[in-house]
């Protein structure tokens, strides 16, 4: 069967074992998208229900059914119960206390990245979860006090780093080591290159500070690899998990991981700015006695929430940590978006990220096949491929860069269609079917679009504006989400 066609994509997805879990999620319909209210107008029909072609997982995942059921659950308690909240139970809800809110979703998380319960903590969100976590394990010396991150970071990240390295009184221009691709032909990076700069700076290098996947290519760094020889040479490691998490199958705690941070709204589909998560790996969670009896762990910014629970409410202003990620907790997390997490948990527990990954590897290579083939069609295409072509080198993600001048008209085409993706300006469209809920037949319908879109933009000379690319050009639009 060509797998050019609708009735291939609809052939695949009756076989999706996993196909089901799409109902487990509200696909905006192309009027939702379209229209300026929330509400449908009087003249609303039901033809007009379309589903969205959303391929926007990697900026922002849609919203789980039970999501509103939930949170009408925690308003209906704050109303009903109001402090009594945070410590009796209700037998008709399915949330627990609000003391226990980030407790009751760190088994499930754990699970996501591949970690034991205790490395795994949810609180704050990411780019302050990474000034905590470098806090603890940035600790320059004479000797050693650079930090080697990738060049095309995400500005949060590379802010982040920076500030550090000026909290030190050192001089980023000398402190921050970027790595950039040996070809100016690929942003893609190597393990051989990454493994090569840290070679080069090793006697001098603190920390090193890479994305499990990189938000603007999508490639999937080797973690396992790229952690054990930087900690041979006696450096600590921190990964960025933002385009990871819920997107790729993880093991942070048999790759020996020093730490970790991620947010939840991408691939874990929690809401716009949504709680983060950590991990700290165990060899770094423990608490132990001196001989005074005062307790012994690592050095952490600290706030009550990461203190023992047993006399967290007695008020002796003795801090003594939780053993594990919990410990570096700061303050009692929002019930609001531990209950958006708890409803994208509990749509993940049907399933396992090892049975994801497998349904997002055939996925995204039908994507790439389906590219490909356009590619082929066009002769001089109008577009190429810059994430890595080796599926166990990306997650679900696949960027396109278009040829320069075509990307305002080739986004209002897509629009226009119901298609959701996002741009990366000069030239990239971010293309990304989230396991959970999208499907063959959606990818067959973008890249339909997309033809249309590019033949339309190449006719027109690439003149167009669309919604998002407009966004991207305000001071705070859409080009600033990562």
Not at 119 to 139: D, G, I, K, P
Not at 234 to 246: C, K, N, Q, Y
Not at 313 to 329: D, E, L, S, W, Y
Request: hydrophobic share 40%.
């Amino acid at each position: 069967m060509d797998i050019n066609t609708e009735e291939y994509a609809a052939h695949q997805d009756a076989q999706d074992p996993l196909g089901h879990l799409r109902e487990s999620f509200i696909i905006p319909s192309k009027a939702d998208l379209a229209r300026k209210t929330l509400q449908p107008s009087k003249e609303h029909t039901a033809s007009q229900d379309e589903p969205s072609i959303y391929l926007c997982g990697n900026s922002l995942g849609l919203q789980p059914s039970l999501t509103r059921k939930y949170m009408q659950q925690y308003l209906d308690t704050w109303a009903a119960k109001g402090v009594y909240g945070h410590f009796k139970e209700v037998e008709d809800s399915n949330l627990v206390p609000w003391l226990h809110v980030d407790d009751d979703c760190v088994p499930e998380m754990a699970k996501i990245v591949g970690a034991l319960p205790s490395e795994v903590s949810v609180m704050q969100t990411l780019t302050a979860n990474l000034h905590l976590l470098m806090a603890s394990f940035y600790r320059p010396t004479k000797e050693r006090y650079k930090i080697i991150l990738e060049g095309k970071a995400f500005p949060s990240d590379h802010y982040a780093v920076e500030s550090h390295i000026r909290h030190h009184d050192l001089d980023p221009a000398k402190a921050m080591i970027l790595i950039e691709p040996e070809s100016q032909s690929t942003p893609i990076l190597s393990t051989a290159h990454i493994l090569a700069t840290i070679d080069q700076h090793a006697a001098e290098t603190a920390l090193l500070l890479l994305p499990g996947v990189q938000f603007y290519t999508g490639q999937y760094f080797d973690i396992q690899t790229i952690t054990a020889h930087a900690q041979s040479k006696g450096i600590t490691v921190g990964w960025d998990l933002a385009h990871a998490a819920g997107n790729v199958a993880l093991k942070l705690h048999d790759w020996n991981v020093d730490f970790a941070a991620w947010c939840t709204y991408k691939y874990l589909n929690c809401g716009p700015g949504s709680i983060g998560g950590v991990f700290v790996h165990e060899n770094h969670g423990k608490i132990e006695e001196s001989q005074s009896g005062e307790p012994q762990y690592r050095p952490r910014l600290a706030g009550w929430w990461g203190s023992s629970k047993s006399s967290r409410f007695a008020m002796t202003n003795k801090f003594v940590p939780i053993p594990g990620a919990a410990g570096f907790q700061l303050s009692n997390p929002s019930v609001a978006d531990t209950t958006a997490l708890r409803a994208s948990l509990d749509v993940f527990k049907l399933t396992s990220m090892e049975a994801l990954r497998e349904r997002s590897l055939k996925l995204t290579q039908y994507l790439q096949d389906l590219l490909d083939q356009l590619a082929k069609e066009q002769g001089s295409a109008c577009f190429s491929i810059i994430t890595p072509g080796e599926p166990e080198q990306r997650g679900a993600q696949i960027s396109v860069m278009l040829k320069s001048g075509l990307l305002d008209a080739v986004m209002e085409s897509l629009e226009a269609a119901g298609v959701v993706v996002d741009e990366r300006r000069p030239d990239v469209i971010r293309v990304a079917p989230a396991p959970l809920y999208n499907t063959y037949k959606d990818v067959y319908l973008f890249v339909k679009a997309f033809r249309a879109a590019c033949q339309q933009a190449s006719q027109d000379g690439g003149h167009g504006g669309s919604i998002m690319a407009n966004a991207g050009k305000d001071e705070r639009g859409w080009s600033e989400v990562k």
